[in-house]
C-alpha cells in the first residue's frame, strides 16, 4: 500500500488533481474484502485499493468536503487531524477498465475540497459488463468540515462530524450517527437512520423507513412517501412529519412553545410524549379512532376534529396529529 | 387511403379537435368525395353545438356527500383486498401510466429509454402498498421486509452493459419520482375541496413554476442528449421541490406553505 502525500497551499490558489496510481492489482475476489464490504464484480475481475492524503498548508483549513460518487458507496468518518484521507476501492473486470476508474480530488483556494469519480471513456469496442465496475470510497475528515455527498447506487454513512451533512442517494441507504449540525438527506429507495444527532433533520424519502433514535436540536422534518417512521427519544421544538403511505411512531419530548406536526395520509400515528411543557392537542382521523389520555378530557368537534388541552403555566406545545386511514394515539410518559 | 370505416372510427376525435394534423387532413379530403361521411360529421358537429347550449344542470345538494360516502366505503373495501389484488392493481396502474413519463421526457432522452418502459412487472411491489383497515378504522401496516439497499438489479437485470444498466436505472428513478407526484396530485384532487379560493390559487401557482421549470429542463436534457445520472440531478431536485409541496397540501393540511 502507497500513501500519496499532498501539501495543500492556499497561496497558490491552483487547483490541483491527484489521481492516486494503483497500489495493488489483480486481486482475485477471494482476497479480503476492504471496510465498505462493497459487491464482488460479478464474474473474476480486479481491485485495486488506492489512499490519497491531502493536507492542508499551515494556518489553513479544510472547511468542506463535496464528494461525488456515482459508482459505489461513501463512507465517511470524522476525525481530529486537519488532513483529508481517501481510500478508495475500485473494481473492474480487467486491468484496462480498471485504470479508466479514476478518482480526482480537487482543493479550491476557498477550503472546499472536491472528491470525485468517473469511468473515462474508452475505445468501447466491447461493452463493459452491467455491474462490473465499482469505487467505493472511505473519508477520514476533519470533524470540523461540512459534508456534502452524493451517490446514485450506494450507501453513504457518516459519523463523527461537527458541521453538517448534505447526502442524497437514488438507491441505497443512509445513516448518519454522532452528527452535529444541519443535515439534510434524500433517498430514492433504501433506509435512512440517524442517531445521535444533534441540530437539525431534513429528510426526504420517496420509498424507504425513517429511523431516529436520540435526536435533538431545532428542527426535524421528513417527508415520506412510501415507508414507515420511527422515532425514539426525540426531543426538539418543531417536528413535521409527513408520511404518505406508511405509519409514524414517534416517542419524544414536547417543549414549552414547540410545535409537532406528525401526519400519515395512509397509516397509523402514534406519538408518547414527556416533558413538564402543557399541552395543546388536535387530532384528526377521517377513517379511524382517535386515542387520547383520559385524563386530557378531549373534545370531538363536529367535523370529527378532536381537540384537548392539558397542563397549565407556561406556553403549550402545539401538537397536530392527522391521518386519512388509519388510527391516532397520543400516549403520555 | 382512408375510407369511411375509418371516419366512423375517427370521426368523435376528429370533431373534438383531438385529431393529429395528418389525419385530419386525411379526413377532411375523404368527406370531399364522400357524401355519407360529411353528412355524419355533419351531424356530430350538430350534436356537439346542441349539446353545449343546454342549461348547466345544479346537483342535489346531498348528491357530493353520497358520493363521498360512498367513496369511503369502495376504499375502505380496496384496503381491505388481499395483495394479489394490490399487486394486479399495481400492474395495471404502472401499465396505463407509462404513455405519460414516455412522452414527458423529451425525444432523446425517450428514445434512449424506451427499451425499459414495455416490462411492468418490473417494479419490485411497494412495502407499504395499503395498510389493511381492520375494525373500526384501525389500520394494520402491511408487512414489509426491512430496508435494504440498494435495491437488487431486477428489472434492470438484462442490461448487456454497464451504459445500459445505467440508462435503465435512471428510467426507473424518473419512474419513481413521476409515480410519487402522481400518487400525490390524485390524492389532492380530494383534499383541495376545503380549500379557500386564494390557498388554491397560491398552490396552483407555485405548482405551475415547477412544472415549468421540470419542463425546461426536459428540454435542455432532450438538447444535449445528456445521459448520465448527475445531468439529471437538476431535474430531480425539481421534482423534490415539488412532492415535497404536495405531501404538504395532502398529508399536512396545508395548502400554500412551500418548504
Known amino acids: 500500500m502507497r500513501a500519496i502525500q499532498a501539501t495543500w497551499s492556499l497561496a497558490c490558489g491552483l487547483l490541483a488533481l491527484l489521481a492516486a496510481p494503483p497500489v495493488t492489482r489483480a486481486q482475485p475476489p477471494s482476497q479480503p474484502q476492504p471496510p465498505s464490504q462493497p459487491q464482488a464484480p460479478r464474474s473474476g475481475g480486479v481491485v485495486e485499493r488506492d489512499v490519497v492524503e491531502l493536507a492542508p498548508a499551515r494556518g489553513a483549513r479544510i472547511e468542506r468536503i463535496d464528494i461525488d460518487n456515482r459508482l459505489g458507496d461513501v463512507k465517511i468518518e470524522g476525525h481530529d487531524r486537519e488532513a483529508l484521507s481517501i481510500i478508495a476501492v475500485k473494481r473492474a473486470p480487467d486491468q484496462e477498465t480498471l485504470e479508466r476508474l479514476k478518482v480526482s480530488l480537487v482543493p479550491d483556494p476557498g477550503g472546499a475540497v472536491m472528491v470525485s469519480t468517473s469511468l473515462l471513456a474508452g475505445l468501447e469496442a466491447r461493452p463493459i459488463p452491467a455491474g462490473s465496475v465499482r469505487i467505493d470510497l472511505i473519508v477520514k475528515a476533519p470533524r470540523s468540515a461540512q459534508v456534502q455527498a452524493q451517490v446514485w447506487k450506494g450507501r453513504i454513512a457518516v459519523s463523527g462530524v461537527e458541521n453538517g451533512a448534505e447526502l442524497v442517494t437514488d438507491d441505497g441507504d443512509i445513516a448518519v450517527s454522532e452528527v452535529t449540525g444541519a443535515v439534510s438527506t434524500h433517498s430514492g429507495h433504501g433506509r435512512q437512520t440517524f442517531a445521535r444527532v444533534f441540530g437539525a433533520i431534513d429528510a426526504r424519502a420517496l420509498e424507504g423507513d425513517l429511523d431516529l433514535d436520540v435526536v435533538r436540536g431545532d428542527r426535524v422534518a421528513a417527508v415520506v412517501q412510501e415507508g414507515q417512521v420511527n422515532g425514539r427519544r426525540v426531543a426538539v421544538r418543531e417536528l413535521s412529519v409527513l408520511v404518505t403511505r406508511g405509519s409514524i411512531s414517534i416517542e419524544g419530548e414536547a417543549m414549552a412553545g414547540g410545535r409537532y406536526r406528525v401526519a400519515s395520509y395512509w397509516g397509523n400515528v402514534q406519538v408518547k410524549l414527556g416533558g413538564k411543557a402543557p399541552l395543546h392537542v388536535r387530532a384528526h382521523s377521517r377513517e379511524g379512532r382517535v386515542s387520547l389520555p383520559r385524563r386530557f378530557r378531549p373534545r370531538t368537534a363536529h367535523d370529527g376534529v378532536v381537540t384537548a388541552t392539558y397542563g397549565a403555566g407556561g406556553t403549550a406545545a402545539d401538537i397536530d396529529l392527522r391521518t386519512r386511514v388509519g388510527s391516532i394515539t397520543l400516549a403520555e410518559f | ?259
Not at chain 2, 55 to 78: G, N, S, V, Y
Not at chain 2, 171 to 185: G, M
Not at chain 2, 237 to 259: F, H, N, T
Open chain 2, 1 to 259: 387511403m382512408i375510407g369511411c370505416r375509418d371516419t366512423d372510427r375517427l370521426v368523435t376525435a376528429y370533431v373534438d379537435g383531438d385529431l393529429d394534423e395528418r389525419r385530419s387532413s386525411a379526413l377532411r379530403g375523404h368527406l370531399r368525395v364522400c357524401t355519407r361521411c360529411a353528412a355524419r360529421v355533419e351531424d356530430e358537429v350538430r350534436l356537439r353545438d346542441a349539446a353545449a347550449r343546454l342549461e348547466p344542470l345544479d346537483p342535489p345538494a346531498d348528491l357530493w356527500q353520497a358520493i363521498d360516502a360512498r367513496l369511503a366505503e369502495e376504499e375502505i373495501a380496496d384496503a381491505q383486498r388481499g395483495r394479489l389484488w394490490l399487486w394486479w392493481q399495481r400492474g395495471v396502474d404502472v401499465v396505463r401510466r407509462h404513455a405519460i413519463p414516455a412522452g414527458a421526457l423529451g425525444a432523446a432522452a425517450a428514445a434512449a429509454l424506451a427499451i425499459w418502459i414495455a416490462p411492468s412487472g418490473d417494479e419490485p411491489a411497494r412495502r407499504h402498498a395499503a395498510p389493511a383497515v381492520a375494525g373500526a378504522g384501525e389500520v394494520e401496516p402491511a408487512a414489509g421486509e426491512a430496508g435494504s439497499s440498494p435495491e437488487p438489479d431486477g428489472a434492470c437485470a438484462g442490461a448487456a452493459g454497464h451504459d445500459e444498466l445505467v440508462l435503465c436505472q435512471m428510467h426507473r428513478s424518473d419512474r419513481r419520482y413521476l409515480q410519487a407526484i402522481e400518487e400525490l396530485s390524485a390524492a389532492l384532487a380530494d383534499e383541495r375541496s376545503a380549500w379557500s379560493a386564494e390557498d388554491a390559487a397560491r398552490f396552483d401557482a407555485a405548482i405551475a413554476e415547477l412544472d415549468r421549470a421540470a419542463q425546461d429542463e426536459l428540454k435542455r436534457l432532450a438538447a444535449r442528449g445528456a445521459a448520465s445520472p448527475a445531468d439529471r440531478d437538476p431535474l430531480y431536485a425539481i421534482y423534490r421541490a415539488k412532492i415535497d409541496l404536495l405531501s404538504q397540501a395532502v398529508v399536512g393540511g396545508v395548502p400554500a406553505e412551500g418548504r
